[in-house]
């Protein structure tokens, strides 16, 4: 069993950053791919960014640039740094690990840009 809280959602400006945060636990914890998802009211959900074991990220074209995705392995942690904010990023945003035991998901946690 693998359990992800998620945290750093907010109301912001449209220009501003947040940071989420994304902490995974579980017995022999060991993620072959940790991502960020996100959705919108009447949307799909979509891929957000996602980081694999060995390093290499990868990003939707909407928040290249913009976002980054990184991770701290000793504790567990995976993080979603979001710069120069729009209203179009307005979503819940959900955390997601890959692992020998399968996928699991977080709970979500509410982003809002507006002014």
Same mark, same amino acid.
């Given at each position: ?7 750093? #959602? =907010? ?5 501003? @950053? ?6 995974? *636990?579980?017995? %022999?914890?060991?993620? +072959? ?20 074991? #060995? =390093? ?5 074209? @909407? ?6 995705? *990184?991770?701290? %392995?000793?504790?567990? +942690? ?36 507006? *002014?």
């Amino acid at each position: 069993q693998v359990q992800l809280v998620e945290s750093g #959602g =907010g109301l912001v400006q449209p220009g501003g @950053s947040l940071r989420l945060s994304c902490v995974a *636990s579980g017995s %022999s914890f060991s993620p +072959t791919l940790m991502g960020w998802y996100r959705q919108a009211p009447g949307n799909q959900r979509e891929l957000v960014a996602t980081i694999q074991s #060995g =390093g290499t990220t990868n990003y939707a074209d @909407s928040v290249k640039g913009r976002f980054t995705i *990184s991770r701290d %392995s000793a504790k567990n +942690t995976v993080y979603l740094q979001m710069n120069s904010l729009k209203p179009e990023d307005t979503a819940v945003y959900y955390c997601s690990v890959v692992t020998a035991l399968g996928r699991f998901w977080g709970q979500g946690t509410q982003v809002t840009v507006s *002014s």
